[in-house]
């Protein structure tokens, strides 16, 4: 079962797409979106987080710049497009959305007070400054692209965090890895595993680069974290 929920801002009201569980109430993970909106492969994890049980809400966080924003990665048109958006977009205004979208989750019937958020490239980033300045219960990023830039927000992560790296990572070089695992080893809320050969988005289901061994080994890794800090 799906629908939407406005979420109220001092800039305006914009959108999330909502799939509800067969059993409520349930926890909530919030579904952050790549660089090409909330498409059907957004909604597509969002339907599966519900159907192990959770509210998932995946919220439009390019509606300062065009709402309703659906590309996807099949042509080269739409990249362009998608990378126009990424290129345009305000971090420190995303994150503050994801933390009206919690705001807002949690007022929503049928949900428990607990809730997690879960990131993807773009949405990675996002989930990781999330962790750092949101009231979020559990985080988990997938290749965010730029973390490195923003590890000085690490010393306010009080949640536990788990990171998914892409070894052979095109928009994450192995510098950049290299610094964040360096920085964040020693922190006691962040757990961070690298999949060796594999490339960014290593998870997108018909992605270019789509493993399934190892996004099945990063997504059950989700599935138990958030089962153990959600519930």
């Known amino acids: 079962m799906s629908d939407t929920l406005a979420i109220e801002t ?26 090409f909106g909330v498409n059907d492969v ?20 390019f509606w300062r710049q065009e709402p309703g924003v659906q590309l996807t990665d099949q042509t080269q048109e739409e990249w362009d497009r998608a990378f126009g958006f990424y290129q345009g977009f ?9 933390g009206a979208t919690l705001t807002a989750s949690h007022a929503m019937a049928g949900t428990t007070g607990k809730a997690g958020v879960v990131g993807f490239c773009l949405g990675g980033l996002l989930t990781f400054l999330s962790a750092a300045r949101t009231d979020g219960d559990a985080f988990v990023s997938y290749y965010g692209g730029g973390t490195d830039q923003y590890l000085n927000d690490a010393g306010t992560i009080t949640r536990p965090l788990l990171m998914h790296l892409a070894g052979e990572d095109e928009y994450i070089p192995a510098a950049a890895q290299e610094k964040i695992v360096t920085a964040l080893s020693g922190h006691k809320q962040v757990e961070i ?11 997108r289901v018909g992605g270019a680069h789509y493993h399934a061994g190892d ?17």
């Open 10 to 35: 001092a800039d305006g009201t914009f959108w999330a797409y909502v799939a509800r569980p067969a059993v409520q109430p349930a926890p909530v993970i919030v579904v952050i979106q790549e660089i």
């Open 42 to 61: 957004m909604r597509a994890i969002a339907d599966d987080y519900a159907a192990q049980g959770y509210v998932a809400v995946c919220p439009d966080l």
């Open 90 to 98: 305000d971090v420190n205004a995303g994150v503050a959305d994801i």
């Open 193 to 203: 595993h690298s999949y060796s050969g594999r490339q960014h988005a290593f998870a």
């Open 215 to 231: 996004a099945k080994i990063a997504n059950d890794r989700t599935a138990a974290f958030f089962k153990k800090h959600l519930s």
